[in-house]
């Protein structure tokens, strides 16, 4: 499983971002996408995980600003991100988990909030 993400950048605070990652390679065996952060000297922590057949999981820090979705028919999943602040810098990573319990990454998407 290959992962392509897109839509980083720079964004005030305040303002949203949208980051989309793409699935390619054995996509059937996918069951789980989600997306992680990593800031400088922190660990990576989830930011959100979409779990086939299950509604989708928020830590409670991220509840109520960031909305993940997958659009099954481009293997894409979404993180649409509101109300950001300088403390959600970070390198971004898209996250897949296949059916045997594999994980994937991809290279990370840089997001930068200004203050």
């Known amino acids: 499983v290959q992962l392509q993400a897109s839509g980083g950048g720079l964004v005030q605070a305040g303002g949203s971002l949208r980051l989309s990652c793409t699935a390619s390679?054995?996509?059937?065996?996918?069951?789980?996408m989600g997306w992680y952060r990593e800031a400088p000297d922190k660990p990576r922590e989830q930011v959100a995980l979409l779990i086939s057949g299950r509604s989708p999981i928020y830590p409670r820090s991220m509840e109520g600003r960031v909305t993940i979705s997958r659009d099954n028919a481009e293997d894409t999943v979404n993180l649409q991100m509101n109300s950001l602040s300088p403390e959600d810098t970070a390198v971004y990573y898209c996250?897949?988990?296949?059916?045997?319990?594999?994980?994937?990454w991809g290279l990370g998407t840089q997001v930068t909030v200004s203050s």
């Open positions: 390679g054995s996509i059937r065996a996918i069951n789980a």
């Open positions: 996250y897949a988990r296949d059916i045997s319990g594999e994980n994937f």
